[in-house]
């Protein structure tokens, strides 16, 4: 049976219900409901519960369910980050960096891994100044196995050292959020690339997305490297805009993952 749309318009009901209509997103239905179920999802992404709903959906087995997690902390960072204090927003980047090592762990399809790439790239440009090493520390964790807290990258290895103990697959989620980073960063308009001062710290993590990229397409003999790691190694070559470019030229105005609008369901599988 259908579930009702008034009952789950409560914020107080289910995961289960919750889980049970994001489903419904990916089954024949007229556009009317889907209207409905849409309405009422952003309702629920927007709500005070949004960050506990990113972490009762990212729990759940469906691949669809998860994005859908991923997803309502991508909204609620875009909504109501300027509401989180420091303490807060460091829990909120513990518990994204936690389910990417989860769902990493777990063997999540590239559908999710992506969105938490992107996920952590929308916190990055709404916090950049006080998670301005963003590659090492990412890279830390994936190799602990933990979400520690960015200070404790001052104990961290260098990258070189990292990378070596990085797996395939956790290489490759690093390299999605570094290709993502610059391409989002690029995007911004140029007030808030002076604001925040993007350029500045996305040159930080420079010498560790190099450090990555070298492990990801130099081969030889007594290694091999995955195609797939060789490709997204390959497309970090994007350029980052010059300071000149960035003070004066023409950046586009507009970024589709830092707005604040509320996306159109279902997502989007590409």
């Not at 709903?53 to 902390?73: H, I, Y």
């Not at 890279?139 to 961290?156: F, M, S, T, W």
């Not at 570094?178 to 993590?205: C, I, P, Y």
């Not at 397409?217 to 390959?234: C, D, F, L």
Request: hydrophobic share 35%; charged share 20%.
């Amino acid at each position: 049976m259908s579930p009702n749309i008034r009952t789950l318009s409560n914020f107080s009901c289910s995961r289960t219900a919750h889980s049970i209509l994001i489903q419904q997103l990916y089954k024949p239905n007229p556009p009317e409901r889907v209207s409905k179920i849409q309405e009422t999802l952003q309702k629920l992404q927007r709500s005070p519960d949004g960050w506990d709903l990113a972490n009762g959906l990212l729990g759940k087995e469906s691949e669809n369910v998860k994005f859908f997690g991923a997803l309502t902390f991508t909204v609620k960072l875009n909504t109501d980050s300027q509401s989180l204090n420091e303490e807060d927003a460091q829990t909120v980047l513990q518990r994204i960096i936690g389910w990417l090592i989860r769902s990493l762990s777990s063997g999540s399809g590239p559908l999710v891994i992506r969105k938490l790439c992107t996920t952590l790239v929308t916190y990055f440009l709404h916090f950049s100044s006080s998670w301005a090493r963003c590659i090492p520390h990412l890279i830390y964790c994936l190799c602990l196995g933990e979400a520690v807290p960015y200070r404790k990258l001052e104990d961290a290895p260098s990258t070189a050292v990292l990378s070596q103990n990085l797996t395939d697959d956790k290489s490759l989620a690093v390299l999605w959020f570094a290709a993502t980073l610059v391409e989002e960063v690029g995007k911004t308009d140029r007030n808030s690339m002076k604001q925040h001062k993007f350029h500045e710290v996305v040159v930080q993590n420079v010498d560790d997305v190099v450090t990555l990229m070298a492990r990801g397409i130099v081969s030889s003999p007594a290694t091999h490297v995955n195609s797939k790691i060789r490709q997204e190694s390959m497309k970090c070559f994007q350029p980052l805009p010059p300071p000149a470019f960035i003070c004066g030229g023409p950046v586009s105005d507009h970024s589709n993952i830092s707005t604040g609008k509320s996306p159109k369901y279902p997502p989007s599988h590409h």
